[in-house]
């Protein structure tokens, strides 16, 4: 079951990359991500709600419901929708499938998750193999202010990614369903992007068209409630550095529909890249499951909100 969850997740987010840069130039990334993750919010809360699902959360879990928001939900997909802006998808995808490094890291460092030698090297060779793949169009690309301010966004977006991944770990851990969580976490991240976009004066109008809304519609529903469903539920399983790999192989999926669309010349570089990051992938997914230890949570008398 998680082998189908890692590699339907990673079509999902691979095919959404060229939706994802139409949305980028069609008005403000902060307004076109809070209008995404209000539409995640609002199907979601509907789906809780359909299920029986009790949506109120203790007061003890709202600030890190509202943290998960904010990085996973807001910031990693602001910046990653400015990076998209600067440089190519390609690269873009490149830098944020460093996220499960940073995923590891904060794990080991706030919830004990296990971290072994076997996933780490899976991990290296998966974003050793996006480096081969992505080499000539490295080479290409001039050093200038805006390729390094897009790599730095990228960053930024693989940083937020990967420690939003954690949080939504600890939130789990504290009996949070997946839909209740992500309902309330995609509406913080909605507000937050609104309030960015409000502080820095953006326009909330963005380009009405049948293509930009067919495209928010699959992003917030195929691209986020389907995939944010499974991916949640991957972190649950096998923890959040094993679940972030599944963006290490967004980008080889991008470039596989562009082979068969786009007529992209399918060479050396992508079939040794590839191997890499498949071989990183099998490292991954056998590496022995430990479930790290579960987050202890003082239970109050407090209401729910």
């Not at 609104?194 to 195929?222: E, N, W």
Request: hydrophobic share 60%.
């Amino acid at each position: 079951m998680s082998a189908f969850l890692f590699v339907a997740m990673a079509v999902l987010w691979g095919s959404s990359a060229i939706v994802t840069g139409h949305q980028a130039i069609s008005g403000a990334p902060e307004v076109s991500v809070g209008y995404r993750m209000a539409l995640v919010s609002l199907v979601m809360f509907g789906w809780s709600i359909a299920r029986g699902e009790k949506i109120g959360l203790r007061p003890i879990d709202q600030p890190w419901v509202v943290v998960q928001g904010v990085l996973f939900f807001g910031l990693a997909f602001i910046t990653f929708y400015h990076s998209t802006t600067l440089i190519t998808s390609g690269i873009s995808a490149l830098v944020l499938s460093t996220s499960s490094l940073f995923a590891a890291v904060v794990g080991w460092l706030f919830l004990s998750a296990p971290v072994t030698m076997r996933m780490l090297f899976g991990i290296m060779s998966g974003i050793a193999g996006l480096a081969v793949i992505a080499m000539p169009q490295l080479l290409a690309v001039s050093s200038g202010p805006q390729t390094m301010a897009g790599v730095a966004l990228a960053l930024a977006a693989a940083a937020c990614t990967g420690c939003g991944t954690v949080v939504a770990m600890r939130n789990q851990q504290a009996g949070i369903p997946i839909s209740v969580l992500m309902s309330w976490a995609a509406l913080f991240g909605a507000l937050f992007s609104f309030a960015l976009a409000l502080f820095g004066d953006m326009s909330f109008k963005v380009d009405i068209s049948a293509a930009y809304l067919a495209g928010l519609a699959y992003l917030a529903i195929i691209a986020s409630c389907v995939t944010f469903f499974m991916y949640f539920s991957l972190v649950q399983r096998i923890g959040p550095a094993s679940a972030s790999y599944t963006l290490a192989l967004v980008p080889v999926v991008a470039l596989l529909l562009s082979a068969l669309f786009e007529n992209l010349t399918i060479d050396g570089y992508v079939i040794a890249g590839g191997i890499a990051v498949l071989f990183g992938n099998i490292l991954v997914l056998s590496a022995p499951a430990r479930q790290p230890a579960p987050a202890k949570v003082v239970q109050g008398k407090e209401k729910p909100l």
